[in-house]
């Protein structure tokens, strides 16, 4: 067996079905950044020679990110963070998401969609908006770990919305797509389409609007966004358009830090952050894959694929049934990440038949869009972070003058008065973005994300297998091909398909493979449908002496060091 730096299987070598095309991962000693824009990554490492920190340069980042890729993000969505601080060698976790407003009760909000003859809460308009919590989430981070001035932070993309940006490949796509959806919304046209049209690739695209706001913002910090003129445009659009959040609701927003939570995994310590996310379903699925030997099964095989699409099956039925607000209800995270537990639910699995009715567990009590991005400093400081509007660009609602769109995340909720994740004022969603890293041994080793709704903790799940059991470098990792199980159960209330759901393959597995997983009665379709995510990652290496990057080809993305 050929082997090359590091003790990696060439990819000559690997077996028929798992070939697929890759390159280096980025080496360097100081800092590096991978965000899904490569402008983006740029920004940041200007920020970090400039003396900034990793949060600092995450969040100029991000605010790039909300002009150059608003089909994924923007500063009317939401934001989680992972942060890996030297000084105290441990890592702090920050909830930045909205909730829910004031202005409608359950009730009320089951009487407004009964007058639309509707039995969820729409993915558009002003009825799903939450409270946007991304600005409360950069300030707060920037506060504990923050270098330089936010007026500095936000500078580059302040100039880049003035002066203009040539907008890449893959967000010109994506731009176009959301345009056929939202473009008869007050104030879009203006705001994102200023030849009548999504900007083409190449197209110099400015938003003067949303560089007024960033100014705004480094002026006058948070308040500046949850309060004054900009907190009442936000509560007059969502009101004149019939939603729910008030000015009251902005004012009273604030970030949490919570602590994130793990399961140890073949002698890796992954992290994610609690509910309202959906984290614990990728800690979930590697508790219950831990019981098999995927190493021997190897990637891209039939047992393997089919191992990864049964634990899915049940992580995602708790998730339907148990994931949302701890302010609201008791979720049972530590049973529901106990090895007792996943034990017991691994039983439940044949080897040799797909699942066509999946329940959830009994624990005892104790097309969605995203960015992306990680960044690590000279000082061994690294974040994982992730934003979003959630669908696309959002709800369509566009508060006048400010250059972005509000989030829709409240589609998210569900109008059963007795589900745990159900509809209430002051309550966050179910949250699907989700940030994540792994220690070993006490020491950062690995700072990643998946973007892409339900696909998110699945495809955490396959980087980790990939990289603990396959061997793969965190390039190869994130490039090879991606397996998407569709059809769960949901936490908003919809059913699990009754079939079992689909398993959807990208294009680089065998022929082999896909006919011995229909023959074991899975629903299989092999097509490049553009939702298997976009990831980022920085590693570490145990002597601590070099960042190692990778972004993969799914998007526009770059890692990059110095």
Same mark, same amino acid.
């Given at each position: 067996m050929t082997m090359y730096c590091g003790g990696r299987v060439a990819l000559a070598d690997r077996p028929v079905g798992a070939q697929f095309a890759t390159r280096s991962e980025i080496i360097a000693t100081r800092a590096m950044a991978a965000t899904s824009q490569p402008l983006a990554t740029q920004i940041a490492l200007d920020v970090l020679r400039a003396g900034g920190s990793a949060v600092d340069a995450a969040i100029a980042a991000n605010a790039a990110l909300g002009l150059m890729e608003p089909t994924g993000c923007g500063i009317g969505g939401d934001l989680f963070a992972i942060v890996w601080d030297a000084e105290t060698s441990r890592l702090y976790g920050l909830n930045g998401s909205g909730r829910a407003g004031s202005g409608a009760s359950l009730s009320e909000l089951r009487a407004a969609l009964q007058k639309q003859n509707l039995e969820r809460i729409p993915p558009r308009g002003a009825m799903p908006v939450t409270v946007p919590g991304a600005v409360d989430a950069w300030f707060t981070l920037h506060q504990r770990f923050g270098k330089l001035p936010m007026a500095e932070v936000l500078q580059p993309a302040i100039h880049y919305a003035r002066d203009g940006f040539p907008v890449s490949e893959v967000i010109a796509h994506y731009w176009g797509r959301n345009a056929a959806v939202l473009r008869d919304y007050p104030g879009f046209g203006a705001t994102f389409l =200023?030849?009548?049209?999504?900007?083409? !690739?190449?197209?110099?695209?400015?938003? =003067?609007?949303?560089?007024?706001?960033?100014? &705004?913002?480094? *002026?006058?910090?948070?308040?500046?966004?949850?309060?004054?003129?900009?907190?009442?445009?936000?509560?007059?659009?969502?009101?004149? /358009?019939?939603?729910?959040?008030?000015?009251?609701?902005?004012? &009273?927003?604030? %970030?949490?830090? @919570?602590?994130?939570? %793990?399961?140890?995994?073949?002698?890796?310590? @992954?992290?994610?952050?609690?509910?309202?996310?959906?984290?614990?379903?990728?800690? /979930?699925?590697?508790?219950?894959?831990?019981?098999?030997?995927?190493? !021997?099964?190897?990637?891209? %095989?039939?047992?393997?694929?089919?191992?990864?699409?049964?634990?899915k099956k049940l992580a995602f039925e708790d998730r339907a049934k148990f994931y949302a607000d701890p302010a609201f209800v008791e979720v049972p995270v530590g049973e529901l990440l106990s090895k007792d537990y996943a034990a017991a639910r691994r039983a439940g699995i044949s080897l040799q038949r797909a699942a066509t009715k999946v329940a959830a567990g009994t624990p005892l009590l104790d097309q969605a869009d995203t960015i992306y991005l990680t960044v690590a400093d000279a000082d061994g400081n690294i974040v994982s972070l992730i934003q979003s509007n959630y669908r696309g660009m959002g709800s369509g609602v566009?508060?006048?003058?400010?250059?972005?769109?509000?989030?829709?995340?409240?589609?998210?909720?569900?109008?059963?008065?007795?589900? *745990?994740?159900?509809?209430?004022?002051?309550?966050?969603?179910?949250?699907?973005?989700? =940030? &994540?890293? $792994?220690?070993?041994?006490?020491?950062?080793?690995?700072?990643?994300?998946?973007?892409?709704? #339900?696909?998110?903790?699945?495809?955490? $799940?396959?980087?980790?297998?990939?990289? @603990?059991?396959?061997?793969?470098?965190? /390039?190869?990792?994130?490039?090879?091909?991606?397996?998407?199980?569709?059809?769960?159960?949901?936490?908003?209330?919809?059913?699990?398909? *009754?079939?079992? +759901?689909?398993? @959807?393959?990208?294009?680089?597995?065998? *022929?082999?493979? $896909? #006919? #011995?997983?229909?023959?074991? +009665?899975?629903?299989?379709?092999? $097509?490049?449908?553009?939702?298997?995510?976009?990831?980022?990652?920085?590693g570490r290496d145990a002597a601590g002496s070099i960042y190692l990057g990778a972004s993969e080809s799914r998007k526009d993305g770059q890692a990059a060091g110095y």
């Open positions: =200023p030849r009548g049209r999504a900007p083409m !690739k190449g197209e110099i695209f400015r938003n =003067p609007e949303l560089a007024d706001t960033y100014a &705004a913002l480094a *002026a006058g910090g948070r308040d500046a966004f949850y309060e004054g003129a900009v907190a009442e445009r936000i509560a007059a659009a969502v009101r004149e /358009q019939g939603g729910f959040v008030t000015a009251a609701d902005l004012a &009273a927003h604030r %970030s949490d830090w @919570v602590e994130p939570v %793990s399961v140890n995994y073949r002698g890796y310590e @992954v992290w994610e952050l609690p509910p309202n996310g959906q984290g614990i379903a990728a800690l /979930q699925m590697l508790n219950v894959l831990e019981g098999y030997d995927l190493a !021997k099964l190897g990637f891209g %095989s039939a047992d393997y694929l089919h191992l990864l699409t049964e634990a566009i508060p006048q003058g400010l250059g972005f769109i509000l989030q829709n995340r409240g589609e998210q909720f569900s109008v059963d008065p007795g589900h *745990a994740n159900a509809y209430a004022s002051g309550k966050r969603p179910f949250h699907t973005i989700i =940030p &994540a890293f $792994v220690t070993r041994d006490g020491k950062p080793f690995l700072s990643f994300g998946v973007m892409g709704g #339900a696909m998110q903790p699945q495809g955490h $799940v396959q980087i980790i297998v990939n990289i @603990v059991d396959f061997g793969m470098n965190l /390039q190869e990792a994130g490039d090879a091909p991606r397996l998407r199980h569709d059809g769960s159960s949901e936490p908003d209330g919809q059913p699990a398909d *009754a079939r079992g +759901g689909r398993v @959807v393959l990208e294009p680089g597995f065998s *022929a082999e493979v $896909v #006919a #011995a997983l229909r023959a074991r +009665g899975h629903i299989v379709e092999v $097509v490049n449908d553009g939702d298997f995510g976009g990831y980022q990652a920085i």
